[in-house]
Structures are given as structure tokens and as C-alpha cells.
């Protein structure tokens, strides 16, 4: 089992950039594979970009790809989640996910552990 604690999240304007950040703990066996999801109101929970903390091979959302970059400092136990030329549409609450279960990275029911979310908000 993995703890993860999310921080990072904030207000901006569309075009900005803000990092999240995704601190894990526990045991370093279930956090080889890492991901970040949001959740925007009366909405699904989608799945935004993928790690495998192994050897960094990395998948996106195409609603993100080229504007988001997911990336991991295995010395903090951290994942990151760097957000560039930020929407209106990107405004909800991301996740980090890790402990994965098997199946498809984008799939919810594919991660065992989550941390408590960081909100984000952008106007335009």
C-alpha cells in the first residue's frame, strides 16, 4: 500500500502554468507505475498522464499532450506534474493514483490507492 498526499493546486489565468506535486510512502514496490487523474464537477474521473517510474516511459491524455509533462524524483519519493498553457477546461480536482492493479492506465478501477486530491482552478 501506498500514501500519497497531493499539494501544488491553485487559482490561474488561462495560459498560466502551475506544478503539482504528489509525495508517496510506504511500500516502493507499488509505485513503479504512477499516474495523475481529475475529476471536474459532474464529471468522470479521467485518467491525465502516466509513469512507470522504472525507466520513465510516459502516456498522456490527448487533452493534455504537449502542454502537460508528468515526471518523478525517486530520491524525494515525488511525483510531479508540470502544467503549461493551462485551460478553463483543465479546472478540477487532480489525483495522484499508484498501486496498480492491471488493465489500462486511464482506467479508475486499474489503481489501488489514491491520495486526497489538490483543486485547480483556471479563469479565462
Known amino acids: 500500500q501506498v500514501q500519497l498526499v497531493e499539494s501544488g493546486g491553485g487559482s490561474v489565468q488561462a495560459g498560466g502554468s502551475l506544478r503539482l506535486s504528489c509525495a508517496a510512502s510506504?511500500?516502493?514496490?507499488?509505485?513503479?507505475?504512477m499516474s495523475w487523474f481529475r475529476q471536474a464537477p459532474g464529471k468522470e474521473r479521467e485518467g491525465v498522464a502516466y509513469?512507470?517510474?522504472?525507466?520513465?516511459?510516459?502516456y498522456y491524455a490527448d487533452s493534455v499532450k504537449g502542454r502537460f509533462t508528468i515526471s518523478q524524483d525517486n530520491a524525494k519519493n515525488t511525483l510531479y506534474l508540470q502544467m503549461n498553457s493551462l485551460k478553463p477546461e483543465d479546472t478540477a480536482m487532480y489525483y495522484c493514483?499508484?498501486?496498480?492493479?492491471?488493465?489500462?492506465?486511464?482506467?479508475?478501477?486499474?489503481?489501488?490507492?489514491w491520495g486526497q486530491g489538490t483543486q485547480v482552478t483556471v479563469s479565462s
Open positions: 493514483a499508484a498501486n496498480f492493479a492491471g488493465g489500462t492506465w486511464v482506467t479508475v478501477q486499474s489503481w489501488r490507492d
Open positions: 510506504g511500500d516502493p514496490y507499488c509505485s513503479y507505475d
Open positions: 509513469i512507470y517510474t522504472g525507466g520513465g516511459l510516459t
